[in-house]
């Protein structure tokens, strides 16, 4: 199987269609512990604003930008043991899977976030056509079980969701964060041992260094996955895009088109408590995507955390 659509797909759903690669893609549902970081950059929607006046070269401009800068921040998720959970705009979710009370991965989450803080130096001034803007970049972590799931249908279209107390937490905290800041949750810092607290917010503290630097504790690479698997894998993606990486034009997936925006809010399902809350998103995403693509519209992600 041809790794192009792996960017493409969340690595916890990758593990697991490796391991079972006969189950269907749509209804997956996987539940771990994890320590959960949310990165949120501050600056791109001025930046936005001001080159979307030029058109598309303002566009392709943003793109640019905007792919120079989150490059780096997956490649340290990838070196400190984490998986890219979601992208939300201008903002990264990622995952790092441990157990309850594995201090080590706190440790890696935390190193992770203090590199982003250094990557991010190098966009204090971007020179655009537009003007110079400033790029910032704020972290919340904390730690707890997630429920992530593929949710959808394979005929028409699959999306990926991590729901749970790891992901609403990781949010809240960085809200308590100001730019350039990392903050994670008290019961975090209190069973990890070397992080440098600058501040106390409540329950919240401002992590400003690590006693000891971690060193980098990559994943293994995953395995190709199975051939008969590449039907259900172009639903992860808009089937203007999936035909051009079929037809091996990976490098041109890029459009801009103008869209009508529609956001729908929905909430009240226990993703850690209720072991049927997965089944139940899944049977919703399914009913609105019968509806969205019966009005010629498409679904771009599911949000969790400080979206509901």
């Keep these: 199987m041809s790794s192009v659509w792996l960017p ?14 006969d189950a269907p893609l749509a209804g997956r549902e996987l539940r771990f512990h994890a320590v959960a970081l ?7 929607t001025r930046m936005s604003e001001a080159l979307g006046r030029s058109g598309r070269r303002g566009a392709e401009e943003l793109t640019a930008v905007i792919n120079s800068f989150f490059e ?58 537009a003007g110079t803007f400033q790029l ?11 429920c992530c799931c593929a949710v959808g ?13 790891a992901i609403n937490r990781c949010a809240e905290a960085e809200h ?6 990392i903050v994670a949750c008290s019961d975090l810092l209190r069973n990890v041992e ?41 639903s992860v993606v808009h089937p203007m895009l999936a035909q051009r990486l079929q037809a091996g034009e990976d490098a041109f997936v890029n459009e801009h088109r103008n ?22 998103l899944q049977e919703y995403v399914c009913a609105a995507l019968e509806i969205i693509h019966r009005y010629g519209g498409y679904l771009n992600r599911v949000d969790m955390g400080d979206k509901g």
């Design 8 to 21: 493409y797909i969340p690595r916890y759903i990758i593990n697991d269609l490796l391991r079972r690669p």
């Design 38 to 44: 949310f990165a949120d950059i501050s600056g791109f």
């Design 72 to 129: 780096p921040l997956i490649a340290r998720v990838e070196a400190y043991g984490g998986m890219v959970g979601a992208f939300g705009g201008d903002a990264l979710t990622a995952l790092f899977p441990c157990e309850p009370h594995d201090a080590q991965t706190a440790r890696q989450a935390v190193q992770c976030a203090l590199a982003m803080q250094q990557d991010a130096q190098r966009f204090a001034a971007v020179e655009t056509s």
């Design 136 to 146: 910032r970049v704020k972290v919340g972590l904390a730690h707890g079980p997630v």
């Design 153 to 165: 249908d394979t005929a028409t279209q699959i999306t990926f969701a991590a729901a749970g107390a």
């Design 176 to 181: 308590h964060a100001t730019s350039d800041e």
């Design 194 to 234: 070397g992080i440098v607290v600058a501040e106390q917010r409540g329950a919240w503290g401002v992590v400003a260094a690590l006693d000891t630097p971690e060193p980098p504790a990559p994943l293994a690479p995953p395995a190709p996955l199975p051939l008969h698997m590449t039907g259900q894998l172009t």
């Design 259 to 280: 869209v009508t925006v529609l956001w729908v809010g929905f909430n009240d399902l226990d993703y850690d408590g209720d072991m049927a809350a997965g089944a139940a």
